[in-house]
Nanobody, 129 residues
Framework: QMQVAESGGGLVQPGGSLRLSCAAS????????IGWFRQVPGKERERVSC?????????DYANSVKGRFTISRDIAKNTVYLQMSSLKPEDTAVYYC?????????????????????WGQGTQVTVSS
């Protein structure tokens, strides 16, 4: 069964850091696009970051997290990470990872939410003092 599962969420003070993990099972991450999304109740889901295998590693970030978040992959562990630093209260949300097969020459930023095939259950991130 193909699935992804998030972990690593929790409570952190403003300015702190967290690393989220997205572990894939039933398929190899190497040939898939992985996106990190977040959602706050009552608001639209936001794509935070994504990673792809084209051009020796294609990544993209939302303007709201650029310079603070870093996405990476460990193919051997079949896991994608989202390193979050300088966290702000407005980063509080449920964070989801999602996967879909990559298409040659398509940058990860080209995919919309509905293009992703597999979604995890989410992990809560709360930034508060």
């Amino acid at each position: 069964q193909m699935q992804v599962a998030e972990s690593g969420g929790g409570l952190v003070q403003p300015g702190g850091s967290l690393r989220l993990s997205c572990a894939a099972s039933g398929f190899t991450l190497e040939y898939y696009v992985i996106g990190w999304f977040r959602q706050v109740p009552g608001k639209e889901r936001e794509r935070v970051s994504c990673i792809n295998d084209i051009n020796d590693g294609d990544t993209d970030y939302a303007n709201s997290v650029k310079g603070r978040f870093t996405i990476s992959r460990d193919i051997a562990k079949n896991t994608v990470y989202l390193q979050m630093s300088s966290l702000k209260p407005e980063d509080t949300a449920v964070y989801y990872c999602a996967a879909r097969p990559q298409i040659r020459d398509y940058y990860c930023s080209a995919y919309e939410d509905h293009d992703y095939n597999f979604w995890g259950q989410g992990t809560q991130v709360t930034v508060s003092s």
